[in-house]
């Protein structure tokens, strides 16, 4: 999901602001064209992010499996299921709403902030207001009605209305951004700049230097895993990436900035995977495939980074939806996806772990480090984006 936002659009925003002024009048006529300020730039990336997870989840995570599912292709439907080694595919989807929830409501614990998108348009609109909260509400609730787990449910009825769900909410979101943009009460800096200040330091911020943190204990649990493997090791490590992936989950509203500029949404969560290339790397201990550089061609990168991520490390250890042990046994050892550690891959299978792990918490404080201290050499994104200054 790629944002830019070039410098045409920040001139031809200026050329605006000096022919027309922000004012009240058009409080009561939401079709009235209004002069929009700079920062309505970042409010529309807020909302354009929150429309794309939106979607995301309706066309993509539900929509594909059911699409496949519809037309007979019942193995190729289970595959591209997201998070369905660990049976977490639900929590990961419910989790992208609360994106959602967390944009708008400019907090990240369910409540609404002062300087929030939610507050300000319930002070002009409380029926509109009310309509996005329910929207947001509701495609949750249809996605925590799908039995689990989904991968066993794609053809419900309930995932059928999780979708219709989360088609609703764009629409919704999409109306939502008109409106603001035309609404003068609202569409004003003195409006809008303490809502995306907010936005940045009490969601963006917290949500990345969460993601940097648990990835740094998913990376250790990882790492006591290699130095000393059992069931027990398994079972933890199996833990951290649950709570380690809760932030990145719950960062998808806002894939814009350093996140897509510098290619770490694919390092992190590239789906589907190349499982005959992860078994590959496993035979043969060779870590080289994983990481790549500006020289790489597209197709390169692409394959690296279908190698590694918080889904590869998922395969690794996740089975069924319960954490590996030192003694699975495969049920058809010719299917790609029921290999299991044993003994003569134990050694590749832990530096395989370490390896994908290594480079997830890499990522994800380099990540945090671009929003919080700075970014290819200037201001920190998070300034930049206050500023509406080279976003």
């Not at 999409?174 to 003068?184: A, D, M, P, Q, V």
């Not at 005959?276 to 061609?297: C, E, P, Q």
């Not at 891959?345 to 380099?366: G, T």
Request: hydrophobic letters at 35%; proline letters at 3%; charged letters at 25%.
């Amino acid at each position: 999901m790629k944002k830019l936002f070039v410098m045409a659009s920040s001139l031809l925003m200026g050329f605006v602001l000096t022919c027309t002024s922000c004012s009240d009048d058009n409080k009561d006529n939401p079709d009235a064209p209004v002069a929009a300020g700079e920062s309505f730039e970042c409010v529309k990336q807020i909302l354009d992010g929150c429309i794309d997870i939106a979607t995301e989840v309706g066309e993509t995570k539900i929509g594909d499996p059911l699409d496949k599912f519809n037309n007979g292709q019942t193995e190729e439907a289970l595959y591209s299921v997201e998070s369905w080694y660990s049976w977490h595919s639900r929590d990961d989807y419910k989790n992208n709403i609360i994106s959602v929830r967390n944009a708008y409501y400019g907090s990240r614990d369910g409540s609404v902030a002062t300087n929030s998108l939610s507050a300000l348009l319930a002070s002009n609109n409380a029926d509109m207001d009310k309509t996005v909260k329910d929207a947001i509400n509701d495609a949750w609730q249809a996605i925590d009605n799908i039995p689990q787990p989904f991968r066993n449910n794609i053809n419900s009825s309930e995932a059928k209305i999780a979708q219709q769900k989360c088609a609703d909410l764009v629409t919704v979101l999409e109306n939502l951004s008109g409106y603001i943009e035309k609404t003068g009460a609202i569409n004003q800096d003195k409006n809008l700049e303490p809502i995306i200040s907010d936005y940045v330091d009490n969601v963006v911020l917290p949500t990345y230097a969460d993601l940097k943190t648990q990835n740094a204990n998913l990376f250790n649990a990882v790492k006591a895993f290699r130095d000393n493997p059992s069931d027990a090791a398994f079972e933890a490590v199996s833990e951290a990436w649950m709570v380690a992936r809760e932030p990145w989950e719950t960062s998808e509203a806002f894939l814009f900035g350093p996140v897509d500029n510098e290619g770490l949404d694919p390092n992190m969560d590239s789906w589907p995977l190349d499982q005959d290339a992860i078994v590959n790397i496993l035979n043969s201990g060779n870590f080289d495939d994983l990481d790549w550089t500006d020289g790489d061609n597209e197709d390169a990168v692409t394959a690296k980074q279908e190698v590694r991520g918080f889904h590869t490390l998922e395969f690794l250890v996740f089975r069924n939806g319960e954490a590996r042990t030192t003694h699975d046994i495969a049920d058809d050892p010719t299917n790609t996806a029921d290999i299991v550690y044993n003994s003569s891959n134990a050694k590749s299978w832990a530096n395989y772990m370490y390896q994908v792990a290594y480079l997830l918490q890499k990522d994800a404080s380099d990540l945090y480090s671009y929003w919080n201290d700075g970014y290819k050499g200037g201001d920190s994104y998070a300034i930049r984006f206050k500023t509406h200054t080279n976003f």
